[in-house]
């Protein structure tokens, strides 16, 4: 698939893989309710993205540690919002 | 960090952030109730899990067309629970 570059394939895709966060981030903080999003789901995924940020910086991968940093505030944000709203 | 495998350390990052819909699906599927779920977010996260298979049939790197088989499957079916119970 020469045609289609990978590299760019791969930024969008991490660029939207981590925007998506940005929608329930604010549809939570503007509803100040949490009761619909899964507590263990964001345990785990956050659990995961330390992970990913943690293979990034092994690899100097700096597309990784990038989208992951920003990924990890975001989902820490609703964490934080599903502990306090409930 | 030889100490540490980094493709382990990405084996174990993916299996996360794949297998954290997991309690999102039961826990919507139970309630029967997805108001709290942005539409958006899983829309935009489809999008990119599309991008990510693409990325890895591109590269031929199987962890991350396995992954992104498992997600898509997980994200898709919690994006039909939110369109039909709302």
């Known amino acids: 698939m020469n045609w289609l570059n990978s590299d760019l394939v791969g930024y969008i895709a991490a660029t939207l893989t981590t925007s998506a966060f940005i929608p329930q981030a604010l549809m939570t903080w503007k509803n ?6 899964s507590l263990s789901m964001y345990v785990i995924l956050i659990t995961g993205v330390i992970l990913w940020l943690t293979y990034g910086i092994m690899l100097s991968a700096w597309p990784v540690i990038i989208a992951n940093v920003i ?16």
Do not use: D
């Not at 100040?32 to 999003?37: D, I, L, Q, S, Y």
């Not at 990924?71 to 409930?86: A, E």
């Open 71 to 86: 990924t990890l505030f975001l989902t820490i944000f609703i964490l934080l919002m599903k502990i306090v709203y409930k």
């Open 32 to 37: 100040k309710r949490a009761e619909g999003v």
